[in-house]
């Protein structure tokens, strides 16, 4: 079985936003990759997130969120500031002033490296295991530009900065470790357990890869 056959699958890119209510009464938001229209009438959508997200937890109380679609002029610091740090850490919006907008729901939804959002409220939740699948109504919408939508694929090859391969010196012992391809975080160890989460950005087993680095 060839776990990269997963990569043939297409995914958007999202930024998700919230504001908590009881929990922290800040906004807050994080990196999806999974968000899809289900039905046009009435209009809804599917989004699914990560349970060890700050983001997940508010939008479990609150009910209510934007997704921002992110596009290909997105830079690679937009992907740092949602997706690589969690808001129970900090204030993700700080420093980030004239770069969004609140919609009619109260909450921001991003204007730069984006080119529509959506407004939506919670109807269903789905246990996933790992994730919790939100059905939502959707209450608003918005085209910002024509820029075409950036997918997983594009980002991987066009956005993220791709890592250095490590030099080992010749001589040198190695050893194995396996390393995120979506932000970097190191796992030591021959075997990477399949069930294995990036702590960082929260991606799967699926998105290491394995390298020799110097003992």
């Given at each position: 079985?060839?776990?990269?056959?997963?990569?043939?699958?297409?995914?958007?890119?999202?930024?998700?936003?919230?504001?908590?209510?009881?929990i922290?009464?800040?906004?807050?938001?994080?990196?999806?990759?999974?968000?899809?229209?289900?039905?046009?009438?009435?209009?809804?959508?599917?989004?699914?997130?990560?349970?060890?997200?700050?983001?997940?937890?508010?939008?479990?109380?609150?009910?209510?969120?934007?997704?921002?679609?992110?596009?290909?002029?997105?830079?690679?610091d937009?992907?740092?500031?949602?997706?690589?740090?969690?808001?129970?850490?900090?204030?993700?919006?700080?420093?980030?002033?004239?770069?969004?907008?609140?919609?009619?729901?109260?909450?921001?939804?991003?204007?730069?490296?984006?080119?529509?959002?959506?407004?939506?409220?919670?109807?269903?939740?789905?246990?996933?295991?790992?994730?919790?699948?939100?059905?939502?109504?959707?209450?608003?919408?918005?085209?910002?530009?024509?820029?075409?939508?950036?997918?997983?694929?594009?980002?991987?090859e066009?956005?993220?900065?791709?890592?250095?391969?490590?030099?080992?010196?010749?001589?040198?012992?190695?050893?194995?470790?396996?390393?995120?391809?979506?932000?970097?975080?190191?796992?030591?160890?021959?075997?990477?357990?399949?069930?294995?989460?990036?702590?960082?950005?929260?991606?799967?087993?699926?998105d290491?890869?394995?390298?020799e680095?110097?003992?």
């Amino acid at each position: 079985m060839d776990n990269k056959a997963m990569y043939s699958l297409t995914y958007g890119l999202f930024v998700l936003t919230v504001k908590g209510d009881g929990i922290r009464a800040e906004d807050n938001g994080c990196i999806i990759n999974t968000a899809a229209q289900v039905t046009s009438d009435p209009n809804r959508i599917s989004i699914c997130v990560n349970k060890n997200d700050f983001t997940h937890d508010l939008l479990v109380e609150d009910k209510k969120f934007n997704i921002s679609i992110i596009d290909e002029d997105a830079g690679f610091d937009l992907f740092q500031r949602f997706g690589y740090r969690s808001g129970r850490d900090g204030n993700k919006f700080e420093g980030f002033a004239g770069k969004y907008e609140r919609s009619a729901n109260g909450l921001i939804y991003v204007t730069e490296g984006t080119n529509a959002y959506i407004s939506g409220v919670v109807e269903q939740m789905i246990d996933l295991g790992t994730h919790t699948m939100f059905i939502a109504q959707v209450t608003d919408l918005d085209r910002l530009d024509s820029t075409p939508s950036a997918t997983y694929a594009y980002y991987l090859e066009h956005i993220k900065p791709k890592p250095e391969k490590p030099a080992v010196a010749a001589g040198k012992k190695t050893k194995t470790v396996w390393r995120c391809r979506i932000c970097g975080y190191i796992y030591e160890g021959e075997e990477l357990p399949a069930d294995f989460v990036c702590p960082i950005c929260k991606h799967g087993a699926a998105d290491f890869e394995k390298i020799e680095v110097e003992a």
